[in-house]
């Protein structure tokens, strides 16, 4: 069949048309053929692209997270010694105006407390 073919177009065509035919022929099944090797190694590529873009974000989400972490833990712990700070001043607050009231409280008990100056007894009730 192929023989009656090839032998019905050389006589209508003639032999440099159809190796001419034939070749433009094998050229735009190799462009096809390349086209298509052109198209699937895009998509390839294309693919390669996102999961590396998916797998550089989710890294540096776990990074951000952690570094959060992290930053919650330190204000936490320091949110911690601060409330130990002010717990602490807050008492040796409250002792210094005890310490205070009591000492006020024998300084109006000495004689002459209408007086300007130091006495001895005054001088005594400061503190060494």
């Not at 209508?12 to 159809?18: H, M, P, Q, T």
């Not at 096809?32 to 590396?52: E, F, K, P, Y």
């Not at 992290?70 to 936490?76: G, K, N, P, R, V």
Request: glycine residues 6%; positive net charge; proline residues 2%.
């Amino acid at each position: 069949m192929f023989a009656a073919i090839g032998a019905w177009s050389m006589q209508r065509i003639g032999k440099a048309s159809l190796i001419l035919l034939a070749v433009v022929a094998l050229l735009a099944v190799a462009s096809l053929c390349i086209w298509r090797t052109a198209v699937t190694v895009d998509g390839w590529i294309t693919s390669a692209a996102v999961s590396a873009r998916a797998e550089r974000d989710a890294h540096w989400r776990a990074e951000f997270e952690k570094s959060n972490r992290l930053i919650a833990e330190a204000q936490a712990q320091r949110a911690t010694a601060v409330a130990a700070l002010e717990a602490g001043a807050g008492a040796e607050i409250a002792m210094l105006r005890e310490q205070l009231i009591t000492l006020e409280g024998q300084n109006a008990t000495l004689p002459g407390a209408d007086r300007c100056g130091l006495s001895r007894d005054r001088v005594r009730l400061l503190p060494p």
